[in-house]
């Protein structure tokens, strides 16, 4: 009786893990996610995030224009109405900005949720520009609004609009890039209101929102154009009313100046994990 042929045996079987996505020298993808997750976030309580700081504005408007003479009074040959509408829209663009990185890096790492960002394959410099345009994000939202509704009230001109743009994306840049600095320093909410209280509203206030500084005395001016806040208002104004206290140019060149150490500044912070990684 013959024997049935013999059966070679099988080859075991091999299995590859499937092949990382390429990303590339920029995770786009995930800089894009990063980015709608923080623009998201803020979207989904407009009313406070936008029409909140809108109603604010308005009101920071209706008491000073009264209280100051309104459009009895000028400010050189421009009626104080006309001088004070850019300045609280600089000052309610540059403040929300700033709430929207420190609040969201500083509410993810009290909820220890901070991992999340921190896991995903995004460098360094891709998580300080997605925080960051997402401030910058809502700053131009908030400041988009209130100009919109401020036009009810107040007729606003447009003397130089590349001014306009520049200084209202660069102005809200430098407070988002703040934002993530004081985000990643702060341990407790303290510490951020601290910040707030004691530095943006103080400096945001006196740097020519209400007024120029050409009626100070000759000490105070100088000190006037020490203060950052200083020339992003008055470029952004020196769009509408084509007015400056200062030279425009050098409003330019202070705040790409800032916003580049700034960005170095959180750069760092995200690269060497600082207060981020236990």
Excluded: C
Excluded at 73 to 84: K, M, S, Y
Excluded at 142 to 156: C, N
Excluded at 234 to 240: E, H, K, T
């Amino acid at each position: 009786m013959s024997e049935p042929p013999a059966v070679s045996p099988r080859p075991p079987a091999t299995y590859s893990e499937p092949a990382a996505p390429h990303i590339g020298s920029v995770n786009w993808r995930g800089l894009w996610t990063l980015y709608l997750k923080e623009v998201q976030r803020f979207l989904k309580v407009f009313s406070q995030t936008v029409a909140g700081p809108v109603v604010s504005t308005l009101l920071f408007y209706a008491i000073f224009s009264l209280a100051l003479g309104g459009a009895v009074r000028t400010v050189g040959d421009v009626p104080f109405v006309q001088f004070l509408a850019p300045g609280l829209i600089m000052m309610a663009m540059v403040q929300n900005a700033f709430a929207n990185t420190s609040s969201s890096l500083m509410i993810a790492k009290i909820q220890g949720n901070i991992v999340d960002v921190l896991m995903p394959p995004l460098t360094a410099g891709e998580l300080a520009v997605g925080f960051a345009a997402g401030g910058v994000t809502r700053g131009v939202v908030v400041g988009l609004v209130t100009a919109i509704v401020m036009l009810l009230f107040v007729p606003i001109g447009l003397a130089n609009p590349a001014l306009i743009v520049f200084h209202a994306v660069a102005a809200s840049l430098m407070l988002s890039l703040l934002g993530i600095v004081a985000g990643i320093w702060a341990q407790k909410f303290d510490q951020m209101a601290a910040i707030t209280n004691f530095i943006i509203m103080p400096l945001s206030f006196l740097s020519g929102t209400f007024y120029s500084i050409e009626r100070l005395p000759a000490a105070w001016q100088v000190v006037s154009r020490v203060n950052p806040f200083f020339y992003m208002i008055d470029g952004f104004r020196a769009g509408f009313i084509g007015r400056a206290d200062a030279d425009p140019l050098l409003g330019v060149i202070v705040m790409l100046v800032i916003d580049l150490v700034l960005f170095f500044v959180a750069y760092r912070l995200f690269a060497t994990g600082y207060r981020l990684k236990a």
